[in-house]
């Protein structure tokens, strides 16, 4: 037994001599075990934030992603310009780098808090895992898997989904994993981009829009200046307005892919064909369709890709019919 009078005897010399001072350290223990038991910010109770992660790794860390369904699976790479993806076909082509991110993320915020069985004595049908649900894989830099989980069914009324880890439990977790994976569809993180990426390094000097509707005019840097020119003649534009325009049509991203050839296109209309043109310092891009589907969707082929890009022309409005007067009705605060 420990022998606890000493201490006391301890406390009452030191509350004799020192009593302000013992308040002051009695009333913090007092704050601390009050703090302790209503945990106001949740540090010492189990919730889905704080439960462990199933991958305990950084971003950065991630080389290689196996996403798709059995026999379907696409194999993702960094590289320094950002994600590959291979195909089942073995070919590689261009990713989209944002729906890979946003899939990363998404993994990483895993947890492991709601485990609903970790045996083979529950039937895994009911929860959407029966064999060819689609698969995710995370591997290093050395090619060392980080784990891997198969993904069910979601969860009705909710952004839930069913999983199931490599040592065969089942688990519920908050995230949607159909959405941020495509519900294994094999063209998902192929690039959509319609316009390729250019580093910030590479200075857009130019910018046409000619075709459409008998719609033609450019802004062209000259100095510090941007340059609207129509067949009115020129203004000066207005900066801010012309960097806003550029980054709209950079952000141009298809609806759709077409990985086969077989669709049958339609001519494009003259007077809805159009051109846009991004005219750099060093390269020169064009945004211009070769057809449209039965459907009345432009049809491009962007350059360097064996894939074609589906867009709704709704989504070209604001582009194509932009108002010229916003290049020179606005004008900076004093």
Same mark, same amino acid.
């Given at each position: 037994?420990?022998?606890?009078?000493?201490?006391? /005897?301890?406390? /009452?010399?030191?509350?004799?001599?020192? =009593?302000?001072?013992?308040?002051?350290?009695?009333?913090?223990?007092?704050?601390?075990?009050?703090?302790?038991?209503?945990?106001?910010?949740?540090?010492?109770?189990?919730?889905?934030?704080?439960?462990?992660?199933?991958?305990?790794?950084?971003? $950065?860390?991630?080389?290689?992603?196996?996403?798709?369904?059995?026999?379907? #699976?696409?194999? !993702?790479?960094?590289?320094?310009?950002?994600?590959?993806?291979?195909?089942?076909?073995?070919?590689?082509? =261009?990713?989209?780098?944002?729906?890979?991110? *946003?899939?990363?993320?998404?993994? !990483?915020?895993?947890?492991?808090?709601?485990?609903?069985?970790?045996?083979?004595?529950?039937?895994?049908?009911?929860?959407?895992?029966?064999? @060819? %649900?689609?698969?995710? $894989?995370?591997?290093? &830099?050395?090619?060392?898997?980080?784990?891997?989980?198969?993904?069910?069914?979601?969860? /009705?009324?909710?952004?839930?989904?069913?999983?199931?880890? @490599?040592?065969?439990?089942?688990?519920?977790?908050?995230?949607?994993?159909?959405?941020?994976?495509?519900?294994?569809?094999? +063209?998902?993180?192929?690039? /959509?981009?319609?316009?390729?990426?250019? =580093?910030?390094?590479?200075?857009?000097? *130019?910018?046409?829009?000619?075709?459409?509707?008998?719609?033609?005019?450019?802004?062209?840097?000259?100095? %510090?200046?941007?340059?609207? *020119?129509?067949?009115?003649?020129?203004?000066?534009?207005?900066?801010?307005?012309? #960097?806003?325009?550029?980054? %709209?049509?950079?952000?141009?991203?298809?609806?759709? &892919?077409?990985? #086969?050839?077989? $669709?049958?296109?339609?001519? &494009?209309?003259?007077?809805?064909?159009?051109?846009? *043109?991004?005219?750099?310092?060093?390269?020169?891009?064009?945004?211009?369709?070769?057809?449209?589907?039965?459907?009345?969707?432009?049809?491009?082929?962007?350059?360097?890709?064996?894939?074609? !890009?589906?867009? +709704?022309?709704?989504?070209? #409005?604001?582009?194509?019919?932009?108002? !010229?007067? +916003?290049?020179?009705?606005?004008?900076?605060?004093?």
């Amino acid at each position: 037994m420990i022998d606890l009078s000493k201490y006391f /005897r301890l406390l /009452r010399i030191y509350y004799k001599e020192y =009593p302000q001072g013992f308040l002051f350290f009695g009333n913090i223990l007092l704050a601390i075990l009050l703090l302790v038991a209503k945990d106001p910010w949740d540090w010492f109770k189990k919730t889905y934030q704080n439960s462990d992660p199933f991958y305990k790794i950084k971003s $950065e860390e991630i080389q290689t992603i196996t996403s798709g369904r059995k026999g379907q #699976e696409s194999i !993702l790479n960094r590289n320094l310009d950002g994600w590959t993806v291979q195909l089942p076909s073995e070919l590689v082509l =261009p990713g989209d780098s944002a729906r890979i991110e *946003e899939l990363i993320q998404t993994c !990483l915020d895993l947890r492991k808090f709601t485990l609903l069985s970790e045996s083979n004595s529950v039937s895994k049908e009911e929860f959407g895992l029966g064999g @060819d %649900e689609p698969v995710i $894989e995370l591997k290093d &830099v050395s090619g060392n898997s980080l784990g891997k989980i198969l993904i069910g069914a979601p969860v /009705r009324k909710g952004s839930g989904t069913y999983i199931l880890d @490599d040592k065969n439990q089942i688990w519920l977790v908050k995230e949607n994993l159909k959405s941020v994976t495509g519900g294994g569809k094999l +063209d998902f993180f192929l690039s /959509r981009s319609l316009v390729p990426p250019f =580093p910030k390094r590479e200075i857009v000097s *130019e910018i046409k829009i000619s075709g459409f509707s008998s719609i033609n005019f450019s802004l062209s840097k000259q100095g %510090e200046n941007w340059i609207l *020119e129509t067949s009115g003649g020129q203004i000066v534009a207005y900066s801010e307005e012309v #960097e806003n325009y550029l980054e %709209e049509i950079k952000k141009l991203s298809a609806d759709e &892919v077409l990985l #086969e050839k077989s $669709e049958e296109l339609t001519p &494009v209309p003259k007077d809805r064909n159009f051109k846009i *043109e991004i005219i750099t310092s060093t390269d020169r891009y064009l945004v211009s369709p070769i057809g449209m589907t039965k459907l009345g969707s432009y049809v491009f082929q962007r350059e360097g890709l064996s894939y074609r !890009l589906v867009l +709704d022309p709704w989504n070209l #409005e604001r582009i194509l019919q932009k108002d !010229l007067a +916003d290049f020179s009705t606005r004008f900076l605060s004093p």
